[in-house]
C-alpha cells in the first residue's frame, strides 16, 4: 500500500473546519471503495475529510500478524507525514473485523513505538460498526464468503476451513487472541459502538460483554443498538439515527 495510494483514498471536505477531527475508514472484509465512499460523503457533507483504508482479504485471513502489522503501520506512518501539513485530531472508524484486524495492529503499534506517539495524542475518538465480532469457525466462513456467488463462496469457504486448521497448528488460537486484545483495549477516548441484535456475523450477546467492560473500565461509551439490522448496512437501513449518532460524536470529539 504505497502513500499515493493512500492519497487517491483521501476525501477532502470542502466545509471543513480547523477544528474538525480527519477521520480514517477501515473497511470490512471483501469491502469495495465505491462502498466506504458513502461514508466519506457523508463526512465530507457534514465537514469531516476523511481516509477510506480496506486490507485485502488475504491479509485479513493471514496465518501471520506480519501482514496485518505492516499494513497498519503504512496508514500510521501516511498519518505522520499527514500531520506535518495539517495537524488535527483523529478518529479511527472500523467496521466488522475486517476493520478491528487493522486497529488492534494499530493499538499495538502505538503502545510499543515511540515513533507513533504522535498519533497516540492526537487520537479523539473511536467509531466500531459491527465490530468487533467474536471469531467462530461458522462466522468466519460467512464472513470471507460475503457477497460472493457459487462457486466462488464454496471455494472460499473450503479455503478458509484448511487456513484455519493450519493457523490453529502454527501459531495458535488467533481468533481467541484477538478477542482478549479488544477486550483490554483501553485507549482513553470516547467511542461509540453501532450494532444489531439480529446480525448474523457479529453475536450481539458477546459484544454486550465487551461493552459492559469497557464500561467497567470507566471509558466514555457511546451505543446505537437496533433489533432489525444485517451486519454493516446501518446507514442503509436506519439513515436518519445513523448520520445523527455520528454527527453528534463527532462534534463532541471535534476540538476547539
Same mark, same amino acid.
Not at 456467488?149 to 481468533?175: D, H, Y
Not at 482513553?188 to 458477546?206: G, H, I, N, Q
Given at each position: 500500500?504505497?502513500?499515493?495510494?493512500?492519497?487517491?483514498?483521501?476525501?477532502?471536505?470542502?466545509?471543513?473546519?480547523?477544528?474538525?477531527?480527519?477521520?480514517?475508514?477501515?473497511?470490512?472484509?471483501?469491502?469495495?471503495?465505491?462502498?466506504?465512499?458513502?461514508?466519506?460523503?457523508? #463526512?465530507?457533507?457534514?465537514?469531516?475529510?476523511?481516509?477510506?483504508?480496506?486490507?485485502?482479504?488475504?491479509?485479513?485471513?493471514?496465518?501471520?500478524?506480519?501482514?496485518?502489522?505492516?499494513?497498519?503501520?503504512?496508514?500510521?506512518?501516511?498519518?505522520?507525514?499527514?500531520?506535518?501539513?495539517?495537524?488535527?485530531?483523529?478518529?479511527?472508524?472500523?467496521?466488522?473485523?475486517?476493520?478491528?484486524?487493522?486497529?488492534?495492529?494499530?493499538?499495538?503499534?502505538?503502545?510499543?513505538?515511540?515513533?507513533?506517539?504522535?498519533?497516540?495524542?492526537?487520537?479523539?475518538?473511536?467509531?466500531?460498526?459491527?465490530?468487533?465480532?467474536?471469531?467462530?469457525?461458522?462466522?468466519?466462513?460467512?464472513?470471507?464468503?460475503?457477497?460472493?456467488?457459487?462457486?466462488?463462496?464454496?471455494?472460499?469457504?473450503?479455503?478458509?476451513?484448511?487456513?484455519?486448521? #493450519?493457523?490453529?497448528?502454527?501459531?495458535?488460537?488467533?481468533?481467541?487472541?484477538?478477542?482478549?486484545?479488544?477486550?483490554?483495549?483501553?485507549?482513553?477516548?470516547?467511542?461509540?459502538?453501532?450494532?444489531?441484535?439480529?446480525?448474523?456475523?457479529?453475536?450481539?450477546?458477546? #459484544?454486550?460483554?465487551?461493552?459492559?467492560?469497557?464500561?467497567?473500565?470507566? #471509558?466514555?461509551?457511546?451505543?446505537?443498538?437496533?433489533?432489525?439490522?444485517?451486519?454493516?448496512?446501518?446507514?442503509?437501513?436506519?439513515?436518519?439515527?445513523?448520520?445523527?449518532?455520528?454527527?453528534?460524536?463527532?462534534?463532541?470529539?471535534?476540538?476547539?
Amino acid at each position: 500500500m504505497a502513500v499515493q495510494q493512500l492519497a487517491k483514498a483521501e476525501t477532502i471536505s470542502p466545509v471543513e473546519s480547523e477544528h474538525a477531527p480527519f477521520v480514517v475508514l477501515m473497511g470490512w472484509v471483501n469491502c469495495e471503495h465505491k462502498y466506504l465512499a458513502k461514508y466519506s460523503e457523508l #463526512l465530507s457533507k457534514h465537514g469531516y475529510s476523511s481516509l477510506r483504508t480496506i486490507q485485502p482479504t488475504f491479509t485479513g485471513f493471514s496465518v501471520a500478524e506480519a501482514p496485518r502489522r505492516l499494513w497498519a503501520s503504512n496508514i500510521l506512518n501516511y498519518l505522520l507525514e499527514r500531520q506535518k501539513v495539517q495537524r488535527r485530531s483523529i478518529v479511527f472508524w472500523q467496521f466488522s473485523n475486517g476493520g478491528c484486524w487493522v486497529f488492534e495492529q494499530i493499538v499495538a503499534l502505538v503502545q510499543a513505538q515511540a515513533r507513533y506517539e504522535p498519533i497516540k495524542n492526537a487520537m479523539a475518538g473511536l467509531i466500531f460498526d459491527s465490530a468487533p465480532c467474536v471469531m467462530t469457525i461458522r462466522s468466519g466462513r460467512a464472513a470471507i464468503s460475503e457477497g460472493t456467488n457459487f462457486p466462488i463462496k464454496q471455494l472460499l469457504q473450503a479455503a478458509f476451513l484448511v487456513m484455519t486448521l #493450519l493457523t490453529f497448528a502454527l501459531v495458535g488460537n488467533t481468533p481467541k487472541r484477538f478477542w482478549i486484545r479488544m477486550l483490554d483495549e483501553k485507549l482513553a477516548v470516547p467511542r461509540l459502538y453501532f450494532y444489531s441484535t439480529d446480525d448474523k456475523l457479529c453475536d450481539a450477546k458477546e #459484544l454486550e460483554t465487551l461493552l459492559d467492560k469497557k464500561q467497567q473500565q470507566g #471509558l466514555d461509551v457511546r451505543v446505537k443498538r437496533w433489533d432489525k439490522s444485517a451486519h454493516c448496512a446501518h446507514l442503509r437501513k436506519h439513515p436518519d439515527e445513523y448520520v445523527a449518532e455520528v454527527q453528534a460524536f463527532l462534534t463532541k470529539v471535534s476540538k476547539p
